[in-house]
């Protein structure tokens, strides 16, 4: 069975206290890992997609990196306005390519 | 702008009322998709259509059916909801091909179901 888990649940950090964030997952044939932040009482909203082992994508202070086991997202120097939950999400089966398995996501505080 | 837009936001229904979510996206996408959200369970998704006429299940399609007639809209439509299905509810559509299956999610929809 697709299985994708992220840890922490929930993180708080200072202001400009760097950390990463875990997404591990066990899936039979992985097409591409998406990353995306929530906002409360909103969609989420598409951060990085990576599709092979060694890759690395970057966007202002996140940065997403994947091998074949898990993706971390490091955030550096982390703002509060930083402060959302991050999903990950794999890209599985070879039909139409359109079935994803997303984790539970991460809470992130960062605290002024 | 380009997006995903749902109707309504917010529902309180019984259970049994056959109720339907409408779902509209301006990109000209081709894949739209239906996840219902729910805590400690993150986004599961319900159902998916890659093109008109052509829908397929996900992972928790039970007690929903969907329908996709024209090219920008999917409506999910519960027949008769029950309690189970009070859930935070989310459309989202986007392109085949590497590179471009980033999906764009609507604003979502809250359903209690009593």
């Known amino acids: 069975e697709d299985q994708v888990t992220q840890s922490p649940e929930a993180l708080r950090l200072q202001e400009g206290e760097s950390s990463s964030l875990n997404c591990s997952y066990t899936v039979s044939g992985l097409r591409g890992l998406f990353w995306y932040r929530q906002d409360p009482g909103k969609g989420p909203e598409f951060l990085f997609t990576l599709y092979s082992a060694g890759e690395e994508k970057e966007k202002e202070r996140l940065k997403a990196t994947l091998t074949k086991k898990e993706s971390f997202l490091h955030i550096t120097a982390p703002k509060p306005e930083d402060s959302a939950t991050y999903l990950c999400?794999?890209?599985?089966?070879?039909?139409?390519?359109?079935?994803?398995?997303f984790g539970p996501g991460t809470r992130l505080s960062v605290l002024p | 702008e380009a997006q995903v837009t749902q109707n309504p936001r917010y529902l309180i229904t019984v259970t049994g009322k056959k109720l339907t979510v409408t779902c509209s996206q301006n990109m000209n996408h081709e894949y739209m998709s239906w996840y219902r959200q729910d805590p400690g369970l993150g986004l599961r998704q319900i159902y998916y259509?890659?093109?008109?006429?052509?829908?397929d299940k996900g992972d928790v399609p039970e007690g929903y059916k969907v329908s996709r007639k024209e090219k920008r809209n999917f409506p999910l439509i519960l027949e008769s909801p029950s309690p189970n299905q009070t859930s935070l509810y989310f459309c989202?559509?986007?392109?085949?091909?590497?590179?471009?299956?980033?999906?764009?999610f609507g604003p979502g929809t809250r359903l209690l179901v009593l």
């Open positions: 999400a794999v890209q599985v089966r070879d039909n139409y390519g359109q079935n994803f398995v």
């Open positions: 259509s890659m093109n008109v006429e052509v829908t």
């Open positions: 989202a559509s986007s392109s085949p091909g590497q590179g471009r299956e980033t999906q764009y």
